[in-house]
């Protein structure tokens, strides 16, 4: 049986979800949904806000049964466990979010194949408690959802002009203010409302990242240096 082992701070989970260890830009998974649904921020939403869903009860029920699931067989029981809530998401905004449903279509069920969210249950739920389990659940979710928002939302103004077009559908009628025209009798590029334009777009992001998180060790390396002096000569003191 796997024994819960010390569980890291909140902090350093939602650091990790959001930005180091992002689903999308660190780890480099669920890449075929990202490119594929996010012509627009409002497509990348939903399927981000699904699979936010999927990764946060598939992290409650494996924590809840880690000590009953053994290790041999805990790979299928964990599969069988993402299928089923998947399945039940499905029909579920097959139900009430039909117009939505439509455009995600088949990457819905293929949030089973997203191999975060098996990895994600197997490296740390199934070895944690149920809060943090449900924190790194929540913090590689909402690290998924951005980066699906940004792409998504870059390719919508660039390609279409608009910006979170048809929210009302994914969110109620109270949300069509989200739905904005930003570039009215624009005619579009139409590479990045294509699959490929979400490789652009996912490549100039990896880039900024890299480059926010080279400036960001430039500076913590400067100011260590700034350091070094002043304890030296505190210590010859």
Known sequence: MNKPTDSPSYPSIFAEGLWSNNIAMSQMLALCPLLAVTTSATNGLGMGLATLVVMVSANFVASILRHIITPQVRIPVFIVLIA???TLVDMWLNALMHELYKVLGLFIPLIVTNCAILGRVESFASKKNTLPAIADALAMGLGFIWVLVVIGGAREILGSGTLFAHASLLLGS???????TILSDYQGILLL?????????LGFLLSLKRLIEKIITARTLKALNHQQPDKLIAELS
């Open 193 to 201: 409302v294509l699959p490929p334009g979400g490789f652009l777009m």
């Open 174 to 180: 109270n949300f069509e203010w989200m739905e904005l």
């Open 84 to 86: 089923s809530i998947v």
